[in-house]
T-cell receptor
Framework: GENVEQHPSTLSVQEGDSAVIKCTYS??????FPWYKQELGKRPQLIID?????GEKKDQRIAVTLNKTAKHFSLHITETQPEDSAVYFC????????????FGTGTKLQVIP | GAGVSQSPSNKVTEKGKDVELRCDPI?????LYWYRQSLGQGLEFLIY????????KSGLPSDRFSAERTGGSVSTLTIQRTQQEDSAVYLC??????????????FGDGTRLSIL
């Protein structure tokens, strides 16, 4: 089955700096890669996603890159703000005959004012 | 324009009791997922429904866990003879499922289950 590894598990950055979180996956049939932000005690919220036919996607301060050959995708947050502090999860979906999904173990991001 | 609704929001029960958790997805969403999230951990996939059928039950931890979905809408997750290790937040998510491409999932607030 699919295996998704997420690094780092914790990340501290100064406000205004960039943060990068990386995920690797094992199943070359995976074709959809969302990123979720989860604040303490809250539901996961989709912040950006990318499909396998695209190499990069950007939405304001957030971007995701996908390298299908190397089987990794990364979340990039620029000009970080304290409200970016949360746990971020990546996921890999394989539509195949039916949808299979595997989540990464999460990265706790702390933005220091 | 309601989102995914889960009930109850909190459930405390004694070990050995059965519990039933409910998920009401966004109207029109045919795909529905159940996940389990232990404290400080990631999301553990439990089961996925496409309409009323569950093509993937591989994530259910044991035969004490079952789920059903009727009418292509509301789903219930049942845990029989609960154990303390079942304590976690149970999250439900729904999405459109069109054209063979995966669609973004929308999560509910979860049910926080505590087994005494």
């Amino acid at each position: 089955g699919e295996n998704v590894e997420q690094h780092p598990s914790t990340l501290s950055v100064q406000e205004g700096d960039s943060a990068v979180i990386k995920c690797t996956y094992s199943d070359s049939a995976s074709n959809y890669f969302p990123w979720y932000k989860q604040e303490l005690g809250k539901r996961p919220q989709l912040i950006i996603d990318i499909r396998s036919n695209v190499g990069e996607k950007k939405d304001q301060r957030i971007a995701v890159t996908l390298n299908k050959t190397a089987k990794h995708f990364s979340l990039h947050i620029t000009e970080t703000q304290p409200e970016d502090s949360a746990v971020y999860f990546c996921a890999a979906f394989n539509s195949g005959g039916y949808q299979k999904v595997t989540f990464g173990t999460g990265t706790k991001l702390q933005v220091i004012p | 324009g309601a989102g995914v609704s889960q009930s109850p929001s909190n459930k405390v029960t004694e070990k050995g009791k059965d519990v039933e958790l409910r998920c009401d997805p966004i109207s029109g969403h045919t795909a529905l997922y159940w996940y389990r999230q232990s404290l400080g951990q990631g999301l553990e996939f439990l089961i996925y429904f496409q309409g009323n059928s569950a093509p993937d039950k591989s994530g259910l931890p044991s035969d004490r866990f079952s789920a059903e979905r009727t009418g292509g809408s509301v789903s219930t997750l049942t845990i029989q003879r609960t154990q303390q290790e079942d304590s976690a937040v149970y999250l439900c998510a729904s999405s459109l499922a069109t054209g063979g491409w995966n669609q973004p999932q929308h999560f509910g607030d979860g049910t926080r289950l505590s087994i005494l």
